[in-house]
């Protein structure tokens, strides 16, 4: 016989057939954020909060919660019972009064002037009318529809499904309703005197009332929780009305199923639930400003759905101590918003989860979070890929997608030492190998350290770049702040990878200069300062360039503006604007430095700025270098590409 299979929705977390998280994409996001001088935590939190391309974000799905809060507050009114108990009345008085004018004994003229005399409220009438002989039986039975449906009210606004349960409802049924809450009471009691036996106690309780909790509670905690939530919502509702229709709605409870002890004992199971949770919301209110009246059962309903909305939205804005994604309760969600919101708020939680496990994000010594510098090579692989697709597409350029290697083959090998870089050379390692254990004899090890050779390669010449990017405010204000980083993350990424032998120093210049490396530059902070230091940039690139005598020098400065600041030599930085010829004068002798140690120079002027044209004009000339004028978009490209022009001119 073929087994048979069950096919249904999948609830076990994540669906695994949904495409897997691209992180790729959220770290770029949250690199771009924290290059424009965020800190990795505020990225992250503006990465949840706007989603993804495949994903809604919390605020999205916070929105689409308050719109349908919104839109059930819009649409109802809380005055259904009250309207339908007039509905009713009105009927069952017409019939009497019907019945009444067909008799002409003074008896019916007595009731109809008993009749005329009731009070003005619809309770009152109720009330007043509970005691009445009615002379029409179709009059009886509607004022009896009235006190059943005031009870099933009552009971379905604290016993989920009952008003389903009791459509008919007998007297015998009435008193064991009765029973049920004398004995829900005197649990709540034992529970809070702290009883030893409460369990045992429960478990009678629900093998003798158990069809009045269709939810099957286990423990009598979990009663109470539900309990709880269903009266306290109730309680909200009572809130929410007015004083009169207040009053007149708890008047109308006490002729639930014609016995008031039903809405007594119901109050004093209220009372005790309050004591036992006293953190759900009691006080909570809402207003209902639509033309569709609910019934107290429906209304309840109502209220306790916009306490489920009130909590999503807590959870899903995150702001609270220990706040986490893990928080947000899935089914509530899917209630209320449906199953893509589910797939969407499970989504954003395993991409935090991944981000923190992959380790692309790091507690920092002070506690603090940083991207790790697993995080920086996507960064840098990322801003290098859109480096090189720009420069596939300029005419002329070749394809610098290629591994970097330390030199062509030569076609010949020798014995591996230790530091060695090159590959294995496989053939002869294994010939070795072989001849070696022929001749020691089978016990021998298969493979020796002395068996290793490696191809040797031509000697390709490592270069000492240093690149220098302006930090003063104007790269914040006109916009060029974070492609600079996208090209320093780009540039470095690429000497990491792929010219592993260059020594690559990153050099920032504002009022002063320093060396950073990639994760403090991507992480620095854009502050008002005033100053271009350049020459204090290019002391700092000499300095870099003197370490690494063996090494062709390499300078590219980024910058928007001409040099407006200068080093004294007691270490201090004088700003001047208009620039002095002094500061101009030492500036252009750190370019003389520079061209004497053979270093060729190139400056990307970002702007339009006619002095800083001159400027690097002059720069040009004195130091054998070029200049180059890119905008924002293309600095990136620019810069990879000179970079490359010089190896391949070498």
């Not at 969600?333 to 989504?347: H, I, K, N, T, Y």
């Not at 060029?480 to 990153?506: C, E, G, I, N, Y």
Request: hydrophobic share 35%; aromatic share 4%; with cysteine.
């Amino acid at each position: 016989m073929s087994p048979r299979y069950r096919y249904s929705a999948w609830h076990g977390g994540p669906d695994p057939l949904q495409p897997p998280v691209d992180l790729r994409e959220a770290l770029d996001q949250i690199g771009r954020d924290v290059m424009e001088g965020a800190s990795p935590r505020s990225a992250l939190e503006e990465l949840l909060r706007t989603g993804t391309r495949d994903s809604s974000g919390l605020d999205e799905l916070t929105r689409r919660l308050w719109q349908r809060r919104s839109e059930l507050q819009r649409r109802h009114r809380l005055d259904g019972t009250i309207s339908e108990v007039r509905r009713l009345l009105e009927r069952a008085l017409e019939q009497e009064r019907l019945a009444l004018s067909a008799d002409t004994g003074e008896d019916a003229r007595f009731r109809e002037l008993q009749l005329s005399a009731l009070p003005p409220d619809v309770a009152g009438q109720v009330n007043e009318l509970a005691e009445y002989d009615w002379r029409s039986s179709e009059a009886r039975e509607t004022f009896e529809e009235i006190r059943q449906m005031l009870g099933t009210e009552v009971l379905e606004q604290r016993f989920q499904g009952m008003k389903e349960a009791m459509q008919q409802v007998s007297p015998e049924d009435v008193e064991r309703v009765r029973e049920m809450l004398d004995d829900l009471s005197n649990l709540l009691a034992a529970h809070a005197r702290g009883d030893d036996d409460v369990q045992q106690k429960f478990d009678e309780f629900m093998a003798r009332h158990g069809e009045f909790f269709p939810e099957n509670p286990s423990d009598v905690d979990e009663l109470i929780d539900a309990l709880a939530a269903r009266s306290a919502a109730a309680q909200r509702m009572l809130n929410s009305m007015s004083e009169q229709q207040r009053d007149e709605l708890m008047s109308l409870s006490q002729q639930a199923f014609g016995d008031p002890r039903i809405a007594q004992a119901l109050q004093q199971i209220d009372r005790q639930l309050q004591g036992l949770r006293p953190g759900e919301d009691w006080n909570g209110r809402a207003r209902f400003r639509g033309d569709q009246p609910m019934g107290m059962a429906e209304a309840t309903a109502a209220m306790a759905e916009l306490g489920e909305m009130d909590q999503l939205a807590e959870q899903l804005s995150q702001s609270y101590p220990g706040a986490s994604l893990e928080d947000i309760d899935l089914e509530a969600l899917e209630r209320q918003l449906g199953p893509q919101a589910v797939v969407d708020a499970q989504r954003l939680s395993e991409i935090e989860r991944q981000l923190r496990d992959q380790g692309l994000l790091q507690r920092a010594p002070d506690g603090s979070l940083r991207l790790s510098p697993r995080a920086m090579r996507r960064l840098g692989e990322n801003a290098l890929q859109s480096v090189i697709s720009q420069l596939k597409t300029r005419r002329g350029e070749r394809d610098t997608d290629r591994a970097g290697a330390a030199g062509e083959l030569t076609g010949t090998s020798r014995p591996w030492t230790y530091g060695d870089a090159e590959p294995w050379d496989a053939v002869r390692t294994v010939r070795n190998a072989v001849l070696r254990r022929a001749a020691e004899g089978p016990g021998s090890p298969v493979l020796d350290i002395a068996d290793l050779e490696v191809s040797e390669t031509e000697q390709r010449s490592r270069s000492a770049v240093v690149l220098c990017v302006d930090t003063s405010w104007s790269m914040v204000q006109d916009g060029r702040w974070v492609p600079m980083k996208r090209t320093a993350l780009a540039l470095h990424h690429l000497v990491a990878t792929r010219f592993r032998s260059d020594a690559l120093q990153l050099v920032t210049f504002g009022r002063y200069a320093s060396t950073v490396d990639v994760g403090e530059l991507a992480a620095l902070e854009g502050v008002w300062e005033q100053g271009t230091n350049l020459h204090h940039a290019l002391l700092l690139a000499g300095r870099h360039l003197r370490k690494h005598p063996d090494a062709q020098p390499v300078v590219l400065v980024i910058t928007d503006g001409e040099p407006t600041a200068h080093l004294e030599p007691d270490g201090e930085a004088v700003f001047q604007y208009p620039p002095s010829p002094h500061t101009l004068g030492v500036t252009l002798s750190e370019v003389d430095a520079l061209r004497r140690l053979g270093t060729t120079l190139s400056v990307f002027m970002l702007g339009e700025d006619p002095r800083l044209e001159q400027f690097v004009d002059i720069v040009a000339r004195r130091g054998g270098g070029r200049v180059l004028a890119p905008d924002s978009d293309g600095l990136g490209a620019a810069v990879v590409g000179d970079y490359l022009r010089t190896k391949r001119h070498r």
